[in-house]
């Protein structure tokens, strides 16, 4: 089966950078996503990685490492609105269209 | 484009009740999923469709869940007869051409129902 591991809380300052790691088991791999959820909303669709390497969108990029297994976000240029439970994602091995979410890191972003 | 739409958006009921969430998934999306969200366990996935045919349940916690997709626009998760232990944030989503990949890996997820059972 799947497993992924996020930690469960980060705290920076505005203007920082941050980093949320995300490891993952899996026999088959597809790729990785991450989603962001501020409190009370839903998912929402941030960043995909099949390759190896650093996606970049904005402030936000995402790293993939299939060697390592392991995957992160990094958000730059911090601001409070950021402050929200960022998760990622993975799909089964054996039904490509089924996910599997870690279980969240919620970000806090201080002025 | 509205997005995923949920109905009700909050639903509080007494144990032993009939409860129905539905889905309106956007529009051309071929897949539709529903999620259940809680503090313990994270985000589910419960089942999902694929042109309004029932792809994978095993996520469906026990025979009291059932969901249709009686058309391509239109879902329902029914929970018969409720429990407390049902209570969570249900989210619907929905995508399409997944196995394409390609430059995106998206779920569209509609606002959720937070589902509370006393």
């Known amino acids: 089966g799947q497993s992924l591991e996020q930690p469960s809380e980060v705290t920076a300052v505005e203007g920082a950078i941050v980093q949320i790691n995300c490891t993952y088991q899996?026999?088959?791999?597809?790729?990785l996503s991450w989603y962001q959820q501020h409190d009370g909303g839903a998912p929402t669709f941030l960043s995909y990685?099949?390759?190896?390497g650093l996606e970049e969108t904005g402030r936000f990029s995402s790293f993939l490492s299939r060697s390592d297994s392991y995957g992160y976000l990094l958000l730059q240029e911090l601001q409070m609105k950021d402050s929200a439970s960022y998760f990622c994602?993975?799909?089964?091995?054996?039904?490509?269209?089924?996910?599997?979410f870690g279980s969240g890191t919620k970000l806090n972003v201080k002025p | 484009d509205a997005g995923v739409i949920q109905s009700p958006r909050h639903e509080v009921t007494e144990m032993g009740q009939e409860v129905t969430l539905r889905c309106k998934p956007i529009?051309?999306?071929?897949?539709l999923f529903w999620y259940r969200q809680t503090m313990m366990r994270g985000l589910e996935l419960l089942i999902y469709?694929?042109?309004?045919?029932?792809?994978?349940d095993s996520g469906m916690p026990e025979d009291r869940f059932s969901a249709k997709m009686p058309n391509a626009s239109f879902s329902t998760l029914k929970i018969q007869p409720s429990e407390p232990r049902d209570s969570a944030v249900y989210f619907c989503?929905?995508?399409?051409?997944?196995?394409?990949?390609?430059?995106?890996?998206?779920?569209?997820f509609g606002p959720g129902t937070r589902l509370t059972v006393l």
């Open positions: 989503a929905s995508s399409t051409n997944l196995l394409a990949g390609g430059v995106t890996d998206t779920q569209y």
């Open positions: 899996t026999s088959g791999f597809y790729g």
């Open positions: 990685n099949a390759l190896d």
């Open positions: 994602a993975v799909r089964d091995e054996d039904n490509f269209n089924k996910f599997y």
């Open positions: 529009s051309g999306h071929d897949y």
């Open positions: 469709f694929n042109n309004n045919v029932p792809i994978d």
